[in-house]
């Protein structure tokens, strides 16, 4: 059971703490409106926090020395980054995730090393599959007999810098299209994976958890 901690309780955020909850993990959840956490349902046992999501002292109530993963789900930009930067540079959580309205500012955002989901493109999927890896979630898209499916993967920070060929060529699927900067691109083959960069690839259902896995480690010499 990991901690996870969460900066709004709006629908997203009270998705996300009710998700997470369900999953087996434990939950803090800050909001400066104690009134929001009335979106929670009745018998939440997370953590509810009233107050400022960037501030360290409401971090440190909300146990984030002990966080797994932090997402930034308020209603504003400069506050749902400053409170990841917190997170991430003051108390060294690993994985993060932002909720950004402008996409313009995304490019700043994710050169700093902050994943980021623009609203336009918003869901609590979305923000899973940036703090919850092994999480189980719906595929893109699936064709019609169920063999292959289209689905985004988290890559080890060691492939950054490669090939999107070494990539093919080491979990044998076929990357379909890149998200960078919160727009979709088609790679060549000497394409290189950049940080920030989303991932979603075409596989085999049966090859998934072994793609999965061999993308979350580290490439191996040989790629």
């Avoid at 919850?132 to 699936?142: M, Q």
């Avoid at 000497?190 to 958890?209: A, P, W």
Wanted: glycine fraction near 8%; charged fraction near 25%; charge should be negative.
């Amino acid at each position: 059971m990991a901690h996870f901690v969460i900066m709004g309780c709006g629908r997203v955020g009270a998705t996300l703490a009710h998700t997470l909850e369900d999953a087996g993990h434990s939950v803090a959840i800050i909001d400066q409106e104690e009134r929001a956490f009335r979106r929670l349902r009745t018998g939440f046992g997370g953590r509810k926090v009233t107050g400022v999501g960037f501030d360290r002292e409401t971090l440190k109530q909300a146990d984030i020395e002990e966080a797994y993963a932090f997402a930034a789900v308020s209603s504003g930009d400069n506050s749902n980054i400053l409170a990841t930067r917190v997170a991430r540079e003051t108390f060294h959580v690993e994985h993060v995730v932002a909720r950004i309205y402008d996409p313009g500012r995304a490019e700043i955002y994710q050169r700093l090393g902050i994943p980021t989901v623009a609203a336009v493109r918003w869901s609590a999927d979305q923000v899973l599959r940036r703090i919850l890896p092994e999480a189980t979630l719906s595929s893109d898209f699936r064709e019609p007999s169920g063999r292959l499916i289209l689905t985004e993967v988290d890559l080890h920070p060691d492939w950054i810098g490669r090939h999107i060929s070494d990539i093919e060529r080491a979990a044998k699927c076929r990357v379909a299209y890149l998200t960078r900067f919160g727009e979709g691109m088609l790679p060549a083959a000497d394409t290189s994976y950049q940080q920030g960069d989303s991932v979603h690839v075409m596989l085999r259902v049966s090859d998934n958890d072994e793609v999965t896995h061999l993308l979350a480690a580290a490439p191996k010499k040989e790629y």
